[in-house]
């Protein structure tokens, strides 16, 4: 039986002041975002979307289509304007949470102890002040672990895992190559074995054969550990390598939503076409 | 045949919307046939008579337009398979249906034997169980042992394909959808491919196979569909 992990209802994110028309005015049917009246931004509107345990969901779309802001929404990395979403926690001692509802320590102890984030800039997701290793070790000590050797252990394992050498682990991650600084990032998100995961364009701009790497590694984890993912990028490369179903955004809303390679082969919106199109 | 049909098709019909030519293109109309357990169903046709297109249709790559394709799955429901929903068509997928096309995906870095024991570990088989089992099957085909660590993306035309059979009867499918699955293959391999093929059938895995060559569907198969362009 497929456990549900999390169920979003119509997720709404607005950057502006907003204004009656905002939602009406803009949208894949005007092409914009933008609102003609009082030039707020929607960023996202009506996202609703299921998740099952160890699915991975890929969000595709251009530039500006509000597929990150969706998960930085779910990540609380952006406050939400509307909408829902329910976090179901198999493991846990509670077994669901109303995400837009919590407050700001229920809200951290989720980012730390059940959610990831690999972002596609490295600077988000790391602190560059201190070691790889201490980056992980953060996150270790916030989850409770004390005493130095686990630490340092667990810390070995999780670089080990995701093929950054070891004798680096002190070093800083400004010190590191690009792919390798999102090694130490996945290292990082992995770190309390969340059920969760959540991938912004973690190959882009990354070069081929790093990008390779980091995908085996993204399948690897799924295979082993059952995560749920969800991953943003624009490359439909890693959309089919990676997703079981995919949603397309644009202009901040998805238009269409299905198999990936049913998405990919016959799909069925006029810009899904264009876009699939103009990859091939 | 007295024994229900493992998948039922009534009435499918596929046809493509271009948006940017406004052009519709017709590649299946009311198409019916069943497919039995322990039976090869061929398809056979002249090109662009919608062959792929049904056996997309039913893998769900492509969206039908319209009729059924009632599939009976190993917990005894009917499952239309053209309209049920995307979490109910991956765990079929998962289990009980698979499709051997002449194109092969899979990761630029993962060695091939993993590419072919990947749906065993997705169903939670250990690394070293799945390994010995695509070893087995590698070994058949004549893939060379020394290759078995290399991405199959270096590989040669026939030597993909096989990769590709493999992954797509390791998992002993009950149901197998079967796109050329020899189209480059030469004598020898593909009389193997075909023992492989039989011995699945004879298990019970229902077949529903295109092959290019008629010698091998009058071989093969034990029904044949003609189809007609749309």
Redesign the interface.
Do not use: V
């Given at each position: 039986m497929?456990r549900k992990v999390l169920d979003v209802k119509g997720l709404s994110k607005v950057y502006g002041k907003g204004c009656p028309y905002c939602r009406d005015a803009t949208g894949p049917r005007f092409n914009t975002n933008i609102c003609p009246h009082c030039a707020s931004v929607v960023a996202v509107h009506d996202i609703s979307f299921t998740l099952?345990e160890g699915?991975i969901l890929g969000v595709m779309g251009e530039s500006g289509s509000g597929k990150s802001t969706v998960v930085k929404c779910l990540y609380f990395d952006e406050t939400v304007d509307g909408g829902t979403a329910h976090f179901f926690d198999n493991h846990g001692q509670y077994n669901l949470f109303d995400l837009f509802s919590l407050n700001a320590a229920q809200r951290r102890w989720l980012r730390y102890r059940r959610f990831g984030m690999v972002y596609q800039n490295p600077h988000l997701g790391l602190n560059f002040g201190i070691s790889a290793g201490g980056n992980i070790a953060e996150r270790l000590l916030m989850n409770g672990m004390l005493i130095y050797a686990d630490i340092r252990k667990r810390t070995s394992e999780l670089l080990q895992r995701t093929e950054v050498p070891e004798n680096r682990m002190d070093d800083l991650p400004g010190h590191f190559s690009g792919g390798m600084q999102q090694r130490v990032q996945i290292a990082k998100a992995l770190a309390t074995n969340p059920p969760l995961l959540f991938l912004d364009e973690v190959t882009t701009g990354l070069d081929v054969s790093v990008q390779?790497?980091i995908?085996?590694l993204i399948?690897e984890i799924q295979?082993q550990l059952k995560t749920t993912m969800i991953v943003v990028t624009h490359d439909l490369g890693v959309i089919?390598?990676l997703a079981?179903?995919t949603i397309v955004m644009k202009n901040g809303r998805i238009i269409e939503a299905?198999?990936t390679?049913?998405i990919l082969?016959?799909p069925?919106?006029?810009y899904t076409?264009?876009l699939v199109?103009s990859a091939l | 045949m007295t024994t229900s049909p493992l998948l039922q098709i009534e009435g499918l019909s596929k046809s493509f919307f271009m948006h940017d030519q406004q052009k519709e293109v017709s590649s299946a109309r009311e198409v019916s046939f069943r497919v039995h357990s322990k039976r090869l169903t061929a398809l056979v046709g002249p090109t662009g008579a919608g062959k792929s297109s049904i056996l997309k249709a039913i893998y769900r790559t492509y969206i039908p337009c319209k009729g059924q394709i009632l599939y009976r799955s190993a917990a005894g429901k009917t499952v239309d398979l053209a309209s049920a929903d995307e979490h109910t068509i991956l765990a079929l997928r998962s289990r009980e249906i698979g499709f051997v096309t002449q194109f092969l995906f899979a990761l630029p870095r993962q060695p091939a034997i993993d590419v072919v024991a990947s749906p065993l570990y997705r169903r939670g088989l250990s690394k070293a169980d799945g390994r010995q089992k695509a070893g087995a099957l590698l070994q058949r085909l004549h893939i060379p042992e020394h290759l078995w660590s290399l991405s199959p993306t270096t590989f040669s035309g026939g030597e993909r394909q096989r990769i590709n059979l493999a992954r797509g009867i390791i998992g002993r499918p009950r149901l197998l959808l079967l796109d050329e699955p020899t189209a480059s293959l030469d004598i020898r391999t593909t009389g193997d491919a075909l023992e492989m093929i039989t011995e699945l059938k004879n298990e019970g895995t229902g077949i529903l196979a295109i092959f290019h060559d008629p010698d091998l569907v009058q071989k093969m198969a034990d029904t044949v569909y003609q189809l007609d362009r749309p």
């Open positions: 497929m099952y699915e390779a790497s995908l085996d399948i295979d089919r390598l079981g179903r299905g198999l390679d049913q082969e016959d069925q919106h006029a076409q264009r199109a | -």
